[in-house]
């Protein structure tokens, strides 16, 4: 069946540093990939989506790229900072089913 | 502006209780949805509401979870006869507008746990 699924469960990298977190999918009719990011006790935190016919979207220190021949997608986060250590979910959006079909997470520790 | 609200935050109930868990999306978002969350995993769907159209009921894992959204607002998500693998965080979110609806906002979730 369906699945989108991570590389790493836990990421540490120190405070600073540029952060690489990777998704693998397996559906490929969806719309949108999306990247949450939970932190402890509190529900997901939409980051940043991409339309699936883009392979490249920037926001504020965050990029996310999307390689559709290998089905990969990656969130890059510049200069990590201590705030950004949480849950990272990638998830998927398709015609079919307008809920998310979610990963299952990394974690990332950021060192100080 | 307020964000979506959950309550209780926590809630501990025997097996084979009834609970029922309350959601308030935020003012004016159309789509409303329920999902749960394990220890350590991601979000497993649960069911969708948009707008005045018949609920995705697709991801209920069973006849004992129900859902329902009043005045196109606020919803409750019904377990009955809880069992002990009906503990998780159960999270609900809403979006603004069936164009963005993979744009979805959480709230803070309520903590279920079965004894």
């Known amino acids: 069946g369906e699945s989108v699924g991570l590389h790493l469960p836990t990421l540490s990298v120190q405070e600073g540093d540029n952060s690489i977190i990777n998704c693998a999918y397996s559906?490929?009719?969806?719309?949108?990939f999306i990247w949450y990011k939970q932190e402890s006790g509190k529900g997901p935190q939409f980051i940043i989506d991409?339309?699936?016919?883009?392979d490249k979207r920037q926001g504020q220190r965050v990029t996310v790229l999307l390689n559709k021949t290998v089905k990969h997608l990656s969130l890059q986060i510049a200069a990590t900072q201590p705030g950004d250590s949480a849950v990272y979910f990638c998830?998927?959006?398709?015609?079919?089913?307008?809920?998310?079909?979610f990963g299952s997470g990394t974690r990332l520790q950021v060192q100080p | 502006g307020a964000g979506v609200s959950q309550s209780p935050s926590n809630k501990v109930t025997e097996k084979g209780k009834d609970v029922e868990l309350r959601c308030d999306p935020i003012?004016?978002?159309?789509?409303l949805y329920w999902y749960r969350q394990s220890l350590g995993q991601g979000l497993e769907f649960l069911i969708y509401?948009?707008?005045?159209?018949?609920?995705?009921k697709s991801g209920l894992p069973s006849d004992r979870f129900s859902a329902e959204r009043t005045g196109g607002s606020v919803s409750t998500l019904t377990i009955q006869r809880t069992q002990q693998e009906d503990s998780a965080v159960y999270l609900c979110?809403?979006?603004?507008?069936?164009?963005?609806?993979?744009?979805?906002?959480f709230g803070p979730g309520t903590r279920l746990t079965v004894t």
């Open positions: 559906n490929s009719a969806s719309d949108y």
């Open positions: 991409i339309r699936s016919n883009m």
């Open positions: 998830a998927e959006i398709h015609t079919g089913r307008r809920a998310l079909t």
């Open positions: 979110a809403s979006s603004p507008r069936p164009s963005r609806d993979y744009e979805q906002y």
């Open positions: 509401f948009q707008g005045n159209s018949a609920p995705d």
């Open positions: 003012s004016g978002h159309t789509a």
